[in-house]
């Protein structure tokens, strides 16, 4: 017989969350990480937060690329 262990403190979790959220949700970790907390873990904290600032980077790529997009689909010929 096979064993295989599956980690479920590392399993995936996907939510919706705006990028508002988001914003909110580093400048809480941010506030929580400057205020020492006890039994709250720095490198936690540092480690939430840069991922958070991952999602905002990889948010703005897409809709970079989908305002680009658009802007080419709503361009009218020279001629109209």
């Known amino acids: 017989m096979e064993y295989r262990f599956t980690n479920t403190d590392s399993a995936k979790v996907t939510m919706d969350v705006s990028v508002g959220d988001i914003a909110d ?4 970790l941010t506030k929580a990480l400057d205020a020492k907390l006890e039994d709250v ?13 991952e999602a905002q980077r990889k948010t703005a790529e897409t809709l970079e690329y ?8 709503a361009k009218l010929p020279d001629s109209f």
């Open 66 to 73: 989908e305002a680009k997009s658009l802007a080419e689909k």
């Open 41 to 53: 873990s720095r490198w936690q904290l540092r480690r939430l937060i840069r991922e958070l600032a």
């Open 25 to 28: 949700l580093r400048d809480i």
